[in-house]
């Protein structure tokens, strides 16, 4: 009698656990789907001539990166680092080429580290850097 009232256990506790895993992976299709229309959607974002746009593009680049392709987007955030006027943007936007892992960018990072006159962006490249590692 033990051993019925166990296995009837087993199955009862099972049964939610295969019913989630095959809404998961039915989700996960969908997700897909989902976040390769929100990575197009960042990407011309950051391409826009809105300030306060391309800051919110690339804030959620950074929380989401993991999952986004913005790849296309990576020279536009350069140019943002190089040449924009406020020191926040720059910040931001070394902070979201970093997070992205992008190989050339990352790399142009480092190579202008001794050429970066303002501290603060320098020690955040420095700091994020000795994270990767």
Do not use: C
């Not at 809404?23 to 809105?50: M, P, R």
């Amino acid at each position: 009698m033990k051993r019925l009232i166990t296995i009837l256990v087993v199955v009862l506790l099972s049964i939610p656990a295969l019913a989630w895993s095959g809404e998961h992976a039915v989700q996960t299709a969908d997700d897909a789907a989902k976040w390769k229309a929100f990575s197009k959607n960042l990407v011309k974002a950051i391409a826009s001539e809105n300030e306060g746009l391309q800051r919110s593009a690339m804030r959620l680049i950074i929380a989401h990166a993991d999952y986004v392709d913005v790849n296309q987007a990576i020279f536009d955030l350069v140019r943002m680092y190089r040449y924009h006027k406020n020191e926040k943007v720059r910040q931001l936007a070394a902070v979201t080429i970093q997070k992205l892992q992008h190989k050339w960018a990352n790399g142009f990072l480092v190579r202008n580290l001794k050429f970066e006159d303002n501290e603060n962006i320098k020690n955040q490249i420095l700091a994020n850097l000795a994270s990767q590692k």
